[in-house]
Nanobody, 115 residues
């Protein structure tokens, strides 16, 4: 069983920064896809940023130029650097890993951006 544990969420003022971490219980070297998603009450979970084994990344239009996703295989950890945060970035953030044919999720970490 692969476990993912997010950390780094919190309360920040608009314009500030946070860095989320997702620690994985197994080697991420060969994990096909890893991504960060977010969800607000009453809405579907949406992809914020994704990264593949080759390092290719993709971002939601709403976060392009402000968020940066990365992965450190030596630490089995994925990161999401979030800069110039906006109140509309407020959400629960979840990390996801796809290994072989299975998808694994973390428990989520809350990010709240005050105006």
């Amino acid at each position: 069983q692969v476990q993912l544990v997010e950390s780094g969420g919190g309360l920040v003022q608009a314009g500030g920064s946070l860095r989320l971490s997702c620690a994985v219980s197994t080697s991420i070297f060969s994990i096909f896809f890893m991504g960060w998603y977010r969800q607000t009450p009453g809405k579907q979970r949406e992809l914020v940023a994704g990264i593949g084994t080759s390092g290719v990344t993709n971002y939601a239009d709403s976060v392009k130029g402000r968020f940066t996703i990365s992965r450190d295989s030596a630490k089995n950890t994925m990161y999401l650097q979030m800069d110039r945060l906006k109140p509309e970035d407020t959400a629960a953030y979840y990390c996801k890993a796809v290994l072989r044919t299975m998808a694994y999720w973390g428990q989520g970490t809350q990010v709240t951006v005050s105006s």
